[in-house]
């Protein structure tokens, strides 16, 4: 069973990525910023809404923030200061990191839009460009996404066809029936 924590933090964030346009897999995005992130309650997610720990290197022009992080170097655990990337909400934030997985990562870019998951997260740590450092970074990730998976199921946030996602047409009909019933009873 998933926390409310953690369930607050899924139905905020996945509605926000399906309507975004982008073809992914919903659940996966969502694990990895739930991970990343300590479900949105890490300081780097409360106080720049970066979910995915993006950090900022030369090339970028928006705002940053400067925070301790933990790396990997030579199998040994450091802490070091680095500058992330600061948004001004989360659908930035997440249109950013599509955009740079799209671009730096496109093989993991490509298993993403086809059902993402574990192969997904294998295709981040491989090769000569790797998302992260933490040697369990992979399988950390595919545990948090099959527990996703064995809560909501791998339907419940479809990804992006265009238009409004299932579940907030599902919460607009619930309110626009429950309208329609508090005219109906007013006038009768």
Known sequence: MISSDKEQFVFALAPQIQVMGWPVDVLTIVAQAGVESRWGQSQLAVQANNLFGM??????KGATITFPTT???GGKKITVNAKFRSYGSYGECVDDFLKVISR???EA?????HGGGQVYYIKLVSGPRKYATDPRYADTLNAVYGDLIMEYGSTAFPPSQGGMPTVVKVICGVAVLGAAYGLYKHFN
Do not use: I, R
């Open 55 to 60: 950090k900022a290197g030369s090339s970028w």
């Open 71 to 73: 790396e990997y170097s």
């Open 104 to 106: 730096y990562y496109p």
């Open 109 to 113: 870019f490509e298993v993403l839009t």
